[in-house]
C-alpha cells in the first residue's frame, strides 16, 4: 500500500505549522527563562545558562538580601498600622475633641 501524494499534499501546510509553532513556543519559553533569570538546560535537564554557578550564588545571595529588607520594612509598617488603629479605636477620634475643649477652658479663663 503506497502513500498516496494528494495525502501528502493535504498534511504538508499542517506539518509546517505546527512544526513552526512548536519551535516559536520553544524559543518563546527560552526567552521568558532567560529574562526572569532561570537557568536553560539541555536534553538532559543539566543548565547551560548561566554557564557559572557564581552568578546564580551571587543572584539568590542579593535576593535573599532584599527579601529581608522588604520583610523588616513590612514589620515596621505593620507596627505604624497597629499604632494608627489602636489611636482610633481607642478614642482617636475624641482626641481632638478633648484638645478643643482644654483651648476653649484655656482661653475662658485668660478672658476672665
Do not use: C
Not at 10 to 20: C, D, E, H
Not at 38 to 51: D, M, V
Not at 89 to 108: C, F, K, N, P
Amino acid at each position: 500500500m503506497a502513500f498516496d501524494t494528494h495525502v501528502l499534499e493535504l498534511l504538508s501546510p499542517v506539518v509546517v505549522v505546527v512544526t513552526a509553532v512548536v519551535i516559536g513556543g520553544w524559543i518563546f519559553n527560552n526567552w521568558l527563562r532567560m529574562r526572569h533569570g532561570y537557568p536553560l538546560e539541555n536534553s538532559w535537564g543539566r543548565a547551560i545558562y548561566p554557564k557559572d554557578d557564581g552568578q546564580a550564588q551571587a543572584r539568590v545571595q542579593l535576593l535573599t538580601q532584599e527579601n529581608a529588607q522588604l520583610r523588616a520594612e513590612i514589620g515596621s509598617i505593620k507596627d505604624r498600622l497597629a499604632s494608627v488603629e489602636r489611636i482610633v479605636t481607642d478614642q482617636g477620634y475624641d482626641v481632638a475633641r478633648q484638645i478643643e475643649s482644654l483651648r476653649d477652658a484655656r482661653h475662658e479663663v485668660t478672658q476672665q
